[in-house]
């Protein structure tokens, strides 16, 4: 059956909305400045599979990156209701050590064995907001650091709730290692309660218009999306184009740091293939940029 474009603009707007909202609640109810003034932050829905639904008018370095967070911690936990996980792994989809992430399952159906192996968690929604310390050898976030073990805690996806409790322990291990704990807490609550937000709009929606009916929008938007790129990248005229430019330093010396690139683009119109290659770019530096 072909889809219906009014509904799936409606579902997009929707899926959106519930983002938008989390960012709301997460920058009302933050304790830092960096949070509700400079709005360092970013929430996004996924499906089932850990898949991008919807983003938030966000940090692009923080949505971009998101994903792969999420992933990490689907690789490494099992999220049942009410859990909570947390990371700022830059290797596990990062961007730096004080973007703190938090990502909870959604789960939609009642009445079900609680093994995620049977009963996998119908959405997942996320939150990454900047914490203005996390520990390390410099207070702030942007220390003259030559390793990464000099900028703060690297955190590992680990559950800060469990089944809706707080972790104690984690939090402790977490607040006895930054300058300003009370900050660092109200900042993590808020993106708890963002996260709670995400899954109370997603209930709603669920009620409304049926779990599955849901299910198939989100799939439908997935697919539309990629229909929408590939017809982007038909218009690309075959052929090389490649583009540079430079950091001011690294922060430690005053060179400048050379960031090239070269797009390939090649196949026919129905089957273009993009190779994006960063050769000629600078070697690794001794600051962290």
Known sequence: MARDPIELEIFKNIFHSVAEEMGAALRRTAFSPNIKERRDYSCAVFDSDGQVIAMGDHMPVHLGSMPMSVKAVLDDLELMPGDV???NDP????THLPDITLVAPVYVRHGRSRSRAKTPPDFYVASRAHHADIGGAYPGSMGLCREIYQEGLRIPPVKILRAGNMQRDVLALLLSNVRTPVEREGDLGAQIAACHIGAERLHEICQRYGLEHVHKAAGELLDYSEEMMRAFLADVPRGTYGAEDFLDNDGITDQPVRIAVCVQVTGGKGRRAV???????????????
Not at 278 to 284: A, L, N
């Open 275 to 289: 190779t994006v290659d960063f050769g000629g770019t600078d070697p690794q530096v001794e600051g962290s940029v």
């Open 85 to 87: 996980a947390m990371l």
């Open 91 to 94: 290797f596990r989809g990062g």
